[in-house]
């Protein structure tokens, strides 16, 4: 089991572009978290998905931010329009079953906007 | 608001000196509380949960509802401790959906 899967390692944008990131969760996990770390700050809850459903979108940015977790496929978390302030190290986690359960975390995507 | 207070920010110890990294919390109800851990160039991973009440790699951690405090304790710090430790009770929201909310995290420093 590879283990919790996130690309790209680093992302590099400009203001203004779209940025996707991707999560594969690990073999027969079916719930997704994602998290951001600001500079000098701890981790911040964004949102909590279940396959093809959205659980718990609290922790996210009423604007430019979505996230998805498809049938099929990865994870998805898009950024639209990023702006300096996003700048920040986005981690991954997925668990077997809902929180309580143990969460195995994925290296992280760290997106630069210049 | 739920929260949680991981008051020092950086904790050093020396090598086989005790060390107790602190954490606080504010939740209504019955806790579900976590420590995560992280070392130098590796994933964030689990490191012990209170229900279970076991010592990994030497550490515990008790859960004191009098003080809503969650410390984690090793008697004999090593050097391969040092590491981002992160306290995380779970919470559960009107909607009952359950988080983790996470402490700004204690660097701890195990110096030879």
């Known amino acids: 089991n590879a283990g919790v899967m996130q690309n790209p390692r680093h992302l590099v944008r400009r203001r203004g572009q779209e940025a996707r990131l991707r999560c594969s969760p690990m073999?027969?996990?079916?719930?997704v978290y994602w998290y951001r770390q600001l500079p000098e700050e701890g981790l911040k809850f964004m949102v909590y998905l279940q396959k093809e459903n959205i659980i718990d979108e609290s922790g996210m940015p009423k604007e430019r931010f979505s996230a998805e977790f498809p049938k099929e496929g990865p994870s998805i978390l898009r950024i639209q329009q990023v702006v300096r302030g996003d700048s920040a190290a986005y981690f991954c986690?997925?668990?077997?079953?809902?929180?309580?359960?143990?969460?195995?975390f994925g290296s992280g995507t760290q997106l630069s906007v210049l | 608001a739920q929260r949680v207070t991981q008051p020092e920010k950086l904790l050093s110890v020396f090598k086989g000196a005790p060390v107790e990294l602190k954490c606080n919390y504010s939740?209504?109800?019955?806790?579900?509380l976590f420590w995560y851990v992280q070392y130098s160039r590796q994933r964030l991973q689990l490191l012990l949960r209170?229900?279970?009440?076991?010592s990994i790699k030497g550490f515990t951690a008790d859960l004191n509802k009098g003080e809503t405090s969650f410390h984690l304790k090793k008697p004999f710090a090593q050097e391969e401790d040092s590491a981002m430790y992160y306290c995380?009770?779970?919470?559960?929201?009107?909607?009952?959906?359950?988080?983790?909310?996470w402490g700004l995290g204690t660097s701890l420093a195990v110096n030879p």
């Open positions: 986690a997925s668990s077997p079953a809902g929180v309580g359960e143990k969460l195995f």
């Open positions: 209170h229900i279970s009440r076991e």
């Open positions: 995380a009770p779970q919470s559960v929201n009107a909607g009952n959906n359950r988080k983790l909310i």
């Open positions: 939740y209504s109800g019955s806790p579900e």
């Open positions: 073999k027969g996990h079916s719930h």
